[in-house]
């Protein structure tokens, strides 16, 4: 078993504190959502979990079953078994998705090139990438397994892609690098119900016991079709409260500003 663990982190953008003191754990094989109103700094959350450079932790730790991964580049934790689905995917022109998935594959699952030392000759024979034979098997089965449209292969990342197929293809992404833990911003956010459905189904294809979910939203619409184990309120850059589903449902009926009222800065001790 995998865990992914947040100690009293703490993050800034531009000397302006937006984690103020995160405490969360996830295990694998579990589905944990985080809901929050918009700028309650769940997005920074994910991007730091990630290793965006833009944002500075000041304090806390993050740790992927007991080792800290705050020096790690962002490939590294890839490669070290995180995914962070963005709640906006960016379109790569000239970018084939295969191309990109076959780099991307090859890069986690470490493919080197092949030395040329036995020949007498310096320099490598081939490339660092994944056999071609062996990467279009795997892309294929994995397409028809998640009900990709094989032209999807041929397509440049993204580009002139709807909301539904950018979701899909990050839940091939998913599917093809095979992540110990994968966070999800707000990946449901602006999709219509078919593209909510792909999103979902994907999600509970990938849903193994070895590996966990962290469904970051601020809607209870996604949790009706992914079913969290627990679900977290983060306000004001910190987790406020954690139980069972319940937590999404009252959310739904009573919305934020309770939550306001009891953990913002102005609210009175009990």
Do not use: C
């Not at 020096?71 to 790569?92: C, H, I, N, S, W």
């Not at 999807?152 to 539904?164: I, Q």
């Not at 987790?239 to 009222?261: C, D, Q």
């Amino acid at each position: 078993m995998s865990v992914l663990e947040i100690r009293n982190l703490h993050a800034s953008v531009e000397d302006r504190e937006i984690l103020k003191g995160v405490n969360l754990t996830l295990r694998s094989g579990e589905i944990h959502a985080l809901m929050g109103p918009n700028g309650s700094g769940k997005s920074t959350l994910a991007y730091v979990i990630a290793g965006h450079p833009h944002y500075e932790v000041t304090e806390g730790d993050i740790l992927l079953d007991g080792e800290s991964i705050l020096e790690m580049e962002a490939d590294e934790r890839t490669k070290a078994g995180l995914f962070l689905a963005f709640q906006y995917p960016v379109a790569v022109p000239g970018v084939s998705v295969a191309n990109f998935l076959r780099t991307a594959v090859s890069n986690v699952r470490g493919y080197t090139a092949q030395p040329l030392e036995a020949e007498g000759r310096s320099g490598v024979i081939g490339s660092n990438l994944m056999p071609m034979r062996e990467f279009r098997k795997e892309l294929n089965e994995k397409m028809k397994e998640f009900n990709v449209d094989p032209s999807f292969a041929r397509r440049y990342l993204n580009d002139g892609f709807s909301g539904g197929e950018k979701k899909r293809t990050e839940v091939l992404q998913m599917a093809m690098l095979e992540p110990k833990f994968a966070i999800m911003d707000e990946s449901d956010s602006g999709l219509d119900i078919d593209a909510l459905r792909v999103v979902a189904d994907g999600i509970n294809k990938l849903a193994t016991p070895d590996r966990g979910f962290l469904l970051i939203t601020h809607y209870q619409r996604l949790l009706n079709y992914v079913k969290p184990h627990y679900v977290s309120i983060f306000y004001d850059g910190r987790v406020v409260m954690t139980g069972g589903p319940e937590v999404a449902h009252m959310l739904e009926e009573k919305g934020y500003g309770w939550v306001e009222r009891e953990f913002g800065a102005e609210a009175v001790p009990a």
